[in-house]
Nanobody, 122 residues
Framework: VQLVESGGGLVQSGGSLRLSCAAS????????IGWFRQAPGKEREGTLC????????TYIESVKGRFTISRDTAKNTVYLQMNGLKPEDTAVYYC????????????????WGQGTQVTVSS
């Protein structure tokens, strides 16, 4: 599975961004797609994930009610809508694909996008 992210950028605190993850290649139509983020000096962490088996899963309490994940199967694209952004959301955001099931562990995902920078100013 090949993944290409887009949609990152610089936004003020309280603003919104929508990230896109376009998937292609063998297995892309039944993969679980997760969004991870990695801030400088911190470990990569799973935020949200979507799959046909798990539905939508949120792994971080701090993004509940602000971030949502959705999937356009016709376009084979997964979106991460981020509202009410805070400076602590600043990170490189990655989408990743796993076979069938969601997970919060980066090691469970075999395909990764190149990452997109999200910077939230205070």
């Amino acid at each position: 599975v090949q993944l290409v992210e887009s949609g990152g950028g610089l936004v003020q605190s309280g603003g919104s961004l929508r990230l896109s993850c376009a998937a292609s290649g063998f297995g892309s139509d039944y993969s679980a797609i997760g969004w991870f983020r990695q801030a400088p000096g911190k470990e990569r962490e799973g935020t949200l994930c979507i799959s046909d088996f798990d539905g939508r899963v949120t792994y971080i309490e701090s993004v509940k009610g602000r971030f949502t994940i959705s999937r356009d199967t016709a376009k084979n694209t997964v979106y991460l809508q981020m509202n009410g952004l805070k400076p602590e959301d600043t990170a490189v955001y990655y989408c990743a694909a796993a076979f069938y099931y969601c997970s919060s562990r980066p090691a469970d995902f075999g395909s990764w996008g190149q990452g997109t920078q999200v910077t939230v100013s205070s």
